[in-house]
């Protein structure tokens, strides 16, 4: 199977291939600007001490600050940070914020973590990547297994070292600490309204349409239940521990309130069937949301993916050899860095707060990324038209294309 990092690498040999550049610039484009690689000693409640790897890659600052999400999971490693880093400044330059990308991580499984452990574990980590962020710098924000109160934390050990509060320095923090409005909702939101312009372009209605969504945390969770709210019929959901079916629909915001009281997984929930992680992707359903980890639609099992349109709220569930094979089988897959970019699009919005001071009501920051996504969308896909080419190699062209402008117009230096 192909990793993330190989993935990343093959689909930015494709944009860069219609954009007919150099191989110069894309030896350039293709290599991170800085990986930085810590050790996370921890100190265990019980008095032993581990040691943790951790990193942080920006992958490109030419249009601004770096950008992106801080992993804790036990199987990140330096080439999938990279993937993700490479992606976000694809992401950046898309939809047209001012930040070019990054992603870091630590490899831990932060569930078998105290509270108290996870706290020295993320001061640790933000103090080893210090020299290399701040708001005008590089912007963490959570992703997989970590989140507002992981930022609060990083904010925390951030400011105290620095003698006064910094609000800029990371995003996706609690609202009282300087978060935006609606931020913790935006992926999500974003999902639906990738999915919806895609259904309205293919002249689906979607209210008869039927759902799968794996990953229901952050950005799964919430995402089946706007898609719920908005008249979606959300089928099956999945978590890692593995997934729950029901034909006639789920309530998401019941199982939500479920996991909030104490429920582990999402297996079990009354009135559901058990389905494992592979069998929710080959479900007969519409639409296919995977929003939990990279290569999860792969050569060995694209064929047998029933859905109609795949819109990615992870990043990089499905490889390039899956694409092909989903692009040949008709099926639309609306790419990670348009479906998902709504959780950058929010943090660029709380990161302008806070420099400014001035915050935005709920509405406006919906209202802001709903039309950034719809117009995201429509550039994508107009140009995907024009050139005969699949929502990704589009999305990929447009981002690529924007970075390697910023570069010849800065020039190399020396
Ligand atoms: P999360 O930690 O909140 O949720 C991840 C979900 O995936 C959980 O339900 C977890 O149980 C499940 N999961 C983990 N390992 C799994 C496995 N092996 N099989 C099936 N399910 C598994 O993370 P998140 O922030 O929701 O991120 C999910 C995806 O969305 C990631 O690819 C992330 O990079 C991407 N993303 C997140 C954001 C954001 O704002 N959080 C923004 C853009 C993209």
Not at 110 to 120: A, V, W
Request: hydrophobic share 40%; with cysteine; aromatic share 6%.
């Amino acid at each position: 199977m192909q990793s993330a990092l190989e993935s990343a690498l093959l689909q930015l040999e494709s944009a860069v291939s219609v954009l007919g550049l150099d191989e110069g610039l894309h030896q350039l484009l293709a290599t991170p600007r800085r990986s930085l690689e810590v050790a996370v000693p921890l100190r265990r409640d019980d008095g032993t001490l581990e040691v943790l790897q951790g990193y942080r890659v920006q992958h490109n600052l030419s249009r601004g600050p770096a950008k992106g999400g801080i992993r804790f999971h036990p199987r990140t490693d330096l080439d999938e940070v990279r993937a993700l880093a490479m992606w976000m400044t694809w992401k950046c330059a898309l939809i047209g914020i001012p930040y070019g990308g990054a992603k870091g991580g630590v490899a831990v499984d932060p569930r078998r973590l105290s509270r108290n452990e996870l706290e020295r574990v993320t001061r640790r980590y933000a103090s080893e990547i210090m020299p290399i962020i701040g708001p005008e710098k590089d912007i963490p924000a959570p992703d997989v297994g970590t989140d507002e109160q992981t930022m609060a934390w990083i904010m925390d050990t951030y400011s105290i070292h620095s003698g006064y509060t910094v609000t800029g320095v990371v995003t996706g923090k609690p609202v009282s600490l300087g978060g935006s409005q609606g931020r913790a909702g935006a992926t999500s939101r974003g999902v639906m309204y990738a999915a919806f312009s895609a259904l309205r372009e293919a002249g689906v209605d979607h209210r008869r349409v039927r759902v799968a969504v794996q990953g229901f945390g952050k950005v799964g969770g919430l995402a089946a239940q706007y898609l719920h709210d908005a008249g979606c019929c959300v089928v099956a959901v999945s978590d890692v521990g593995g997934g729950i079916y029901n034909p006639r629909g789920l309530d998401p915001a019941a199982l939500l309130k479920h996991l909030r009281s104490g429920a582990e997984t999402v297996v079990g929930y009354p009135g559901t069937d058990t389905v494992t992680n592979s069998e929710l992707l080959e479900l007969d359903v519409d639409v296919l949301v995977p929003a939990a980890l990279e290569g999860v639609l792969h050569e060995g099992n694209a064929a047998a993916v029933r859905a109609r349109f795949v819109v990615e709220g992870a990043n990089g569930p499905t490889t390039p050899d899956a694409d092909k094979i989903l692009e040949d089988r008709g099926v639309v897959v609306v790419p990670d860095i348009l479906a998902n970019s709504g959780g950058v699009a929010v943090s660029y919005f709380e990161w302008v707060q806070d420099l400014q001071a001035y915050f935005w009501s709920e509405d406006e920051v919906n209202d802001r990324l709903k039309a950034l996504m719809e117009s995201s969308y429509a550039e994508v896909s107009q140009l995907a038209a024009d050139k005969g080419l699949s929502l990704r190699t589009a999305a990929q062209v447009i981002g690529v294309g924007r970075v390697a402008d910023a570069h010849r117009t800065r020039g190399l230096y020396p």
